[in-house]
């Protein structure tokens, strides 16, 4: 289905639901057919190996950072890494990818993880750009849209660039209750050799843990976050888990809540990709490139080349890979026994929604839709383990979320498989199952991984966790000060490209004293300035027809509920990073409708990615209990690259 039809659809059914507007229609979206992969020299998802190959575990001991003395020195480099890929011939090929690594260690994708106790001895850590080759940078693996608000487009850095000061990065520990200079925010990137840092860059080495970090054990995550470029260094390998544990949820046999440890603790990384037939990572940036998409304008007439010479390279809207990766390896195997097993779940997408579900399957079968479903259980998500064991047949999973399951593999016949299936498609996401023109021709993106019950059964005493049962987690509750009205909106650079926005639901002054409503860029004054130490609720109002999963820096969060709503959509002109204008919305007279719904299963624990549905506005309550600066976003990293993300700031200024 092309984006414009999507967006135009989308906005109907936006429209139904009360919220109006005239919107242009912006960048198109097209499934590509194998013919037209093979003919632009990419890898054909038809003709790669399903559950071959087998899986990395990232919770496994041997694949864990070592720190010496409360320090570790992580670097970023470049390195080739075999995927399982097939190339033209059927022989296997290497990818070019960069990825995380111990200094003086060799790197990979995904990194290593990081494990710490919470409320236990801090970690100090270096992070070390070293992309580059001897004395020169490398070029980035994939094309960089200069026309975006990005590092190189800041006053001051304007005359630098990639070739010949290299490509920037900043990690950001998703989910650590971060010190604001090490945060990870997006203008505190830095050059190889830290020859270029950021507007905001403080220190080289990063602090996380101790007493006023996270308190309790869960699964977060860390990655690269510079400015307009995140989208493209995480497509290249910059992602890796980090795991909290505390007093209950051990990682040891003897765990006080009965949990499966090591070795039957998993952690798997989903991200989806697209391959050359030579093994390089292929992300569409040019027209005639499959999954490009033409610009228009509101009449339909291209726009002019001299905007993107050469016609780009450019930024799309979404970007959805046909090849599915667990842990850098395309659609893995992993062996188990016939007992419990904890799966630590990361969706490490750009745009990919998925509903997870888990198929049984006969021995060597390789697609879903020939299984019966196994119930599962969601034990926690994101920064917390639940209350209790929730027995479920499916969950929704949004980019940049975790889920954290216990599979039951007991009642599984010895050499039989357990596929997990993806029942969402392969465009955005709106809120229900797709559409035959929402899914890729011949698609494989319906399969993530599989299981095969091959494994002897082990002398070790297999755990118990049933539906129901105690685990302590859950997210506290506070009382809030203030309610804030904020806004999701969808609209359009100054080149007419499709821009998602944030912005407010309300008439707000920012803390430069000026009055503002709707749509923001991330170049405007803070709007939201929560005192330091108070509990605020914040309404997410979704006046765009896509799903987006909202992250914000700093806090955990409670998802509230969520209720639809109508309003007027009314247009705006968007003051863009340039001096240029795009066009924006506000909203007004918005009316609740119906009764509101509470948190799905796997919300209801401590978040910090919340899923903003179309028409529907979705409450959470945080503490800001940290002073300075973060960032809140859309974790479709498309989207946050291209403005849809804002400061926040805590306690008083400078802002």
């Given at each position: 289905m092309k984006r414009r039809d999507f967006l135009t659809l989308s906005i109907r059914s936006a429209m139904a639901a009360g919220l109006t507007a005239s919107i242009p229609l912006a960048l198109l979206r097209s499934h590509s057919s194998h013919a037209a992969?093979?003919?632009?020299?990419?890898?054909?998802?038809?003709?790669?190996?399903?559950?071959?190959?087998?899986?990395?575990n990232a919770l496994s001991p041997g694949f864990r950072y070592a720190a010496s003395g409360g320090n570790l020195r992580i670097r970023v480099a470049e390195t080739v890494q075999m995927t399982g890929l097939l190339g033209a011939g059927g022989l296997p090929v290497a990818t070019r990818v960069w990825g995380y690594g111990p200094h003086n260690g060799p790197v990979s994708w995904p990194g290593r993880t990081l494990e710490l106790q919470a409320n236990g001895a801090p970690l100090d850590v270096t992070w070390e750009n070293e992309l580059i080759d001897g004395a020169m940078p490398l070029s980035h693996l994939l094309p960089v849209d200069g026309s975006l608000h990005w590092v190189y487009s800041l006053?001051?850095?304007?005359?630098?660039?990639?070739?010949?000061?290299?490509?920037?990065?900043?990690?950001h520990v998703h989910g650590g209750h971060n010190d604001s200079p090490f945060d990870g925010n997006p203008e505190f990137f830095f050059s190889p050799r830290f020859k270029v840092t950021g507007p905001r860059w403080e220190a080289r080495s990063y602090r996380y843990g101790g007493p006023d970090w996270n308190a309790v054990a869960g699964t977060l995550w860390y990655h690269d976050h510079a400015l307009g470029i995140t989208r493209l260094n995480v497509y290249a390998g910059l992602a890796g888990f980090f795991?909290?544990?505390?007093?209950?949820?051990?990682?040891?046999?003897?765990?006080?809540?009965?949990?499966?440890?090591?070795?039957?603790?998993?952690?798997?990384?989903?991200?989806?990709?697209?391959?050359?037939?030579?093994?390089?990572?292929?992300?569409?940036?040019?027209?005639?490139?499959?999954?490009?998409?033409?610009?228009?304008d509101e009449e339909g007439a291209e726009l002019p080349e001299e905007i993107f010479p050469g016609g780009g390279p450019s930024a799309l809207a979404e970007f959805f890979g046909d090849h599915m990766l667990v842990n850098g390896v395309i659609w893995p195997r992993y062996g188990v026994e016939q007992r419990q097993y904890r799966v630590r779940l990361l969706n490490g997408c750009d745009s990919r929604f998925m509903r997870l579900c888990f198929k049984l399957v006969m021995a060597g079968e390789t697609d879903p839709s020939m299984g019966v479903r196994l119930p599962f259980q969601v034990i926690g998500s994101d920064q917390s383990l639940r209350q209790t064991a929730a027995q479920v047949e499916q969950a929704d999973f949004a980019p940049g979320e975790r889920l954290d399951l216990l599979v039951d593999f007991k009642a599984v016949p010895w050499g039989a498989r357990v596929i997990i299936e993806n029942l969402l498609g392969d465009a955005p996401f709106g809120g229900r199952e797709p559409k035959r023109e929402d899914l890729f021709p011949d698609r494989r993106t319906d399969r993530i991984m599989a299981f095969d019950v091959v494994v002897p059964l082990s002398a070790r005493a297999d755990t118990g966790i049933v539906h129901g049962s105690w685990l302590g987690g859950g997210a506290p509750v506070t009382a809030a000060s203030r309610t804030r009205k904020l806004a999701l909106f969808e609209g359009t650079d100054q080149y007419g490209r499709l821009q998602p926005l944030l912005g407010t639901a309300e008439p707000v002054m920012d803390v430069a004293g000026n009055w503002v409503n709707g749509a923001l860029a991330w170049h405007s004054p803070v709007t939201e300035n929560p005192d330091l130490h108070s509990s605020e609720i914040w309404e997410l109002y979704n006046a765009t027809g896509d799903a987006h999963p909202i992250h914000l820096h700093l806090v955990h969060f409670e998802v509230l509920d969520r209720q639809p709503f109508k309003a007027r959509l009314i247009e705006q002109p968007l003051l863009e990073f340039d001096g240029s204008f795009g066009q924006g919305y506000r909203l007004e007279d918005i009316k609740l409708l119906g009764q509101p719904r509470g948190p799905a299963p796997q919300e209801q624990t401590r978040r910090d990615m919340v899923v903003a549905l179309p028409g529907e506005v979705t409450r959470i309550r945080a503490r800001f209990d940290k002073p300075g600066h973060f960032v809140w976003h859309c974790h479709i990293l498309s989207h946050e690259d291209h403005e849809m993300m804002r400061p926040f700031h805590v306690g008083p200024g400078p802002y």
């Open positions: 992969l093979l003919a632009a020299g990419l890898s054909d998802p038809a003709a790669q190996p399903l559950f071959v190959n087998s899986a990395p006053a001051g850095y304007q005359h630098l660039g990639i070739d010949t000061d290299g490509v920037p990065v900043v990690t795991i909290l544990r505390d007093a209950d949820d051990t990682g040891l046999p003897d765990n006080p809540l009965g949990l499966p440890a090591p070795p039957y603790e998993l952690g798997f990384a989903i991200q989806d990709r697209m391959f050359r037939h030579t093994g390089e990572l292929f992300y569409p940036a040019f027209p005639g490139d499959p999954f490009y998409g033409d610009f228009i």
